[in-house]
């Protein structure tokens, strides 16, 4: 193995390799590390909300709740993770040189093609579901395009690009599956608390940017921890889940859900107890509060769904 030249200044870190190997080769485990299985699961655990607060059963729809499933998860979700990449692929070779495109081991153009497929494949499945999961797959799709892609690039905006990924990653799959069960748009109560979590989940997005610091500044990309500062950040994001929780506590208290409004209300007691951990080391702690805190804020999705759905 060749040494390194002795010099009395620090050598220039090489740039991340953006471009495969001649014989690098399209394989099956790198495209499923390009569309991130571990990001299914919001939209899926959202849909199955919207599912559970429709208050219908199962019987005669179960083919459309496991269409549902795999639109909001596996094709949508991950659709949005390959348009994600592919056009964050130089900002990734800075803060993750590692991931599939920046590394070569998707080769050419195969980041913008696997997009495209499975934005056709999103389509068609939509188009089976019926007419309003249609439409709201070509939403969720047409966000997923604007969040990463030129001109609009939402997630260049610090609070846009938060705010985008929350209305469709809970807000649009939530309402998905509540379309799905009911074969029609659900009641007004229903829309108001998917919405109400869909704000909040702005929160959970800006925790997600903690790791992208670096990347982000250089590629000029405006996320709050570059605007307002990792500490700042991290009590806007906590601000933010608490006070939109709280608007549901109240919500479904109002309409006589006591035990749902009870249960929201002891997870968000829970979260507030972790969040000092998050804030005295944002950067550190994000990982660790995205387990703990994110995981309590999605029982109490649930909670929120059973009370709706007449179950609790």
């Known amino acids: 193995m060749e040494q390194p030249v002795p010099t009395t200044r620090s050598a220039p870190v090489p740039p991340a390799r953006t471009t495969p190997t001649p014989h690098a080769r399209l394989r099956l485990r790198d495209v499923l590390q390009l569309l991130k299985p571990i990001t299914w699961f919001p939209p899926m655990w959202a849909f199955m909300c919207g599912a559970v607060s429709s208050g219908a059963g199962l019987e005669g729809r179960w083919w459309f709740v496991a269409g549902g499933v795999l639109l909001a998860g ?76 030129p001109p609009f690039r939402f997630k260049a905006n610090g609070l846009l690009g938060p705010l985008v990924c929350g209305l469709t990653y809970e807000g649009l799959s939530w309402f998905t599956g509540a379309t799905v069960m009911l074969g029609a748009a659900p009641s007004v109560e229903v829309v108001l608390i998917l919405f109400m979590y869909s704000l909040g989940a702005h929160g959970i997005m800006v925790l997600n940017d903690f790791k992208a610091v670096e990347g982000d500044r250089r590629a000029g990309l405006t996320s709050l921890p570059v605007t307002m500062g990792v500490d700042q950040a991290a009590r806007f994001a906590c601000t933010t889940m608490a006070s939109l929780q709280i608007v549901v506590i ?22 507030i107890a972790a969040m000092p951990r998050l804030i005295r080391d944002p950067a550190g702690q994000a990982p660790w509060y995205n387990g703990v805190g994110v995981t309590l804020y999605v029982l109490g999705m649930l909670a929120a769904a059973l009370g709706l759905g007449g179950y609790i």
């Open 250 to 271: 109240c919500l479904l208290a109002l309409w006589g859900y006591g035990l749902s409004a009870l249960i929201v209300t002891g997870v968000l007691v829970a979260q």
């Open 74 to 149: 596996p094709l949508v979700c991950g659709t949005s993770q390959a348009v994600n990449d592919w056009f964050d692929r130089h900002v990734d070779a800075i803060n993750e040189p590692d991931r599939p495109i920046p590394s070569g081991r998707i080769p050419g153009r195969w980041g913008l093609y696997i997009a495209c497929l499975m934005s056709l494949i999103s389509t068609g499945v939509g188009w089976l579901l019926g007419p309003i999961v249609f439409v709201a797959a070509l939403v969720g799709l047409a966000f997923a395009w604007a969040y990463s892609a």
